[in-house]
């Protein structure tokens, strides 16, 4: 199995700020990497497909990038709205398995 | 607009057989797609659990492939789950999700996903 490592865990920021949050793959991946948010008591969503495309609907501020092994998920200035979970996942090959996931909170 | 929501029990003794439906609105699921279940334990990270094809064919996670049985039932466009001899390991919130497929270059990602639905797993 592909393992996927996030990092940092757990992130505190302030409204405004540039977050960034990283993930490796356990092997090189291509572009085959995926970012969800998830809030609490809800579905992930997804934000960011094949490492650096943005979802029809999801916010500018959001952006991938990245191959091969080693991937970031960016958010230019945060919002409230974007206190939440993020998952990154990999989508080239069975099973697909995702980061432990990166807790953003506010400070 | 294409939506999924599960249903089924939300307590489960412990070696008895979970079972979950995914229905599916605004598409028809034997026309095309992977059909998922993912699984996330009460503060944890996701589990992709299988994926059932339009045509019916069938994928797992080999962690849990001799307990898992996935099927289609396109007259009612729904999928179903089963997982069989459950345990308090298997206690998670269970979401279903479309998979996504382009056809040139075979990038793919799970959107959309149901609201999920919480299975515990206790006597």
């Known amino acids: 199995d592909i393992q996927m490592t996030q990092s940092p865990s757990s992130l505190s920021a302030s409204v405004g700020d540039r977050v960034t949050i990283t993930c490796r793959a356990s092997q090189s991946i291509s572009t085959y990497l995926n970012w969800y948010q998830q809030t609490p008591g809800k579905a992930p969503k997804l934000l960011i497909y094949a490492a650096s495309s943005l979802q029809s609907g999801v916010p500018s501020r959001f952006s991938g990038s990245g191959s091969g092994a080693d991937f970031t998920l960016t958010i230019s200035s945060l919002q409230p709205e974007d206190f939440a979970t993020y998952f990154c996942q990999q989508s080239y090959s069975s099973p697909y398995t995702f980061g432990q996931g990166t807790n953003l909170e506010i400070k | 607009q294409l939506q999924l929501q599960e249903s089924g029990p939300g307590l489960v003794k412990p070696s008895e057989t979970l079972s979950l439906t995914c229905a599916v609105s605004g598409y028809s699921i034997g026309r095309d797609y992977y059909w998922n279940w993912i ?21 797992f996670n080999p962690s849990l492939t001799t307990r898992v049985t996935l099927s289609l039932d396109t007259s009612k466009n729904l999928f179903s789950l089963m997982l069989a001899s459950v345990t308090a390991a298997d206690t998670a919130v269970y979401y279903c999700a479309r998979l996504y497929i382009t056809t040139w270059n075979k990038e793919n990602w799970f959107d959309p996903w149901g609201q999920g639905t919480l299975v515990t797993v206790s006597s």
Do not use: A, D, M, N
């Open chain 2, 39 to 59: 699984r996330q334990p009460p503060g944890k990270g996701l589990e992709w659990i299988g994926s059932i094809s339009h045509s019916g064919t069938t994928y």
